[in-house]
């Protein structure tokens, strides 16, 4: 081969890779970022909101926020809205703490005409292929669980659902209820949004042949659970009064979809109010909290505080301070390695059997 033969070779080489670089930069744009989408329902949350929308706002692409209550809900305004501050703190928030305008606040004028209208209208405001973060004001995540989401979602490209586990803290914040049919480990809420995806009953999803996205078989190869990722829940340490509130608006929508289960939440509510628990119903919370809640955990009380802040920050049930419980890591189903698709508690104590699809190592 003489030079001019390797010359021509090497004038051949550079004419593919340019010819190449275009195809690269395609796929580059095919390849985008998931995009997050932090979805927060507020409705007289004024001592919580601004904290959730903080708490994984750099983790996230976007948060939509909306405000406002349904018919059946109590204390709200004649055209369904809250009547503390919450309004004011999401626009503060809004204004002094929002750098990336990631935060869209919606509203309407006129109360809602369930919780599957609320769901729905997320809906109206996601693309295809957006990635929905469900988050009540009073849930929190770890932002470093999120980062993890990203990576999760490149390693397992056919995924429609992450499955992470719940923590429902009891009383205060070192205390569980452990899992039963009132407090269920997992529930829905990091999934894929697929165009016609909708709500016929609260809290699961519909695709648009009607499938349901977390009980039908059909899903579960592509529901992944995530046996050490939390969502801190943080319902049942608010103020006795709200309780009362929340359990007589869950009775009506309950009741609305003919729910067996109405009976048993009004029960869960008066052994709330009543301190009325099985003991052996509830585990001692032993690790550690989000980052999200640490501004609230290091903030300065007035005496007046709302009860779910006395508890942020460092106060304890009375009711609990003589008692001893099982270490939250020794039980069902935090202790497990694999642990089934869908976790779901019955009265008699029977769950599904469906397999974990991802093996625990993921972050290994």
């Known amino acids: 081969m003489n030079e001019n033969q390797e010359l021509t070779i090497e004038e051949r080489k550079k004419q593919q890779e340019e010819q190449v670089k275009p195809a690269f930069h395609i796929l580059d744009e095919l390849h985008m970022r998931p995009c997050l989408v932090q979805c927060i329902q507020a409705h007289n949350e ?10 994984i706002y750099n983790e996230v692409d976007k948060i939509l926020v909306i405000e406002g209550a349904t018919i059946a809900r109590p204390n709200r305004t004649e055209d369904g809205h809250s009547v503390d501050g919450t ?3 999401i626009l ?17 004028n006129r109360p809602f005409i369930d919780l599957e209208e609320i769901k729905n209208t997320f809906l ?13 004001v009073d849930e929190f995540y770890q932002p470093s669980d999120i980062r993890r989401l990203r990576q999760l979602i490149d390693i397992y490209p056919l995924a429609r659902e992450f499955v992470p586990l719940f923590l429902h803290f009891y009383r205060d914040l070192g205390h569980i209820k452990k899992a039963d049919p009132e407090h269920q480990p997992q529930h829905q809420r990091i999934i894929k949004y ?11 999803m519909s695709y648009p042949n009607s499938m349901c996205s977390y009980f039908d078989d059909a899903v579960q190869p592509y529901r992944y659970v995530l046996n050490d990722v939390y969502i801190w829940h943080l319902g049942f340490i608010k103020d006795p ?14 009741a609305k979809h003919g729910d067996k289960g109405v009976e048993s939440h009004l029960e869960k509510t008066k052994q709330y109010l009543t301190y009325q628990e099985d003991l052996n119903t509830i585990a001692e919370y032993t690790g550690a909290l989000p980052q999200g809640l640490h501004a609230l955990m290091h903030t300065e009380l007035p005496d007046d505080a709302p009860h779910v802040l006395k508890v942020i920050n460092g106060w304890m049930d ?14 069902q189903p935090y202790c497990l390695q694999d642990i089934p698709q869908i976790w779901v508690m019955t009265i008699t104590g029977q769950r599904n059997n469906w397999g974990n699809q991802v093996g625990q190592n993921w972050r290994k």
């Open 124 to 136: 109206r405001f996601l693309n295809e292929g957006d990635w929905m973060i469900i988050n009540d």
């Open 318 to 331: 009375p009711f609990y301070l003589d008692k001893t419980f099982d270490d939250w890591k020794t039980i």
């Open 241 to 254: 009064e709200e309780q009362k509130a929340k359990a007589k608006f869950y009775e009506e929508e309950l």
């Open 46 to 55: 004024e001592d919580l909101i601004q904290y959730t929308m903080g708490s």
């Open 194 to 204: 697929y165009k016609g995806m909708h709500y016929r009953a609260h809290p699961v």
């Open 87 to 89: 309004v004011d703190k």
């Open 92 to 108: 503060d928030f809004i204004e002094h703490h929002d750098p990336d305008d990631k935060v869209q606040l919606i509203q309407q």
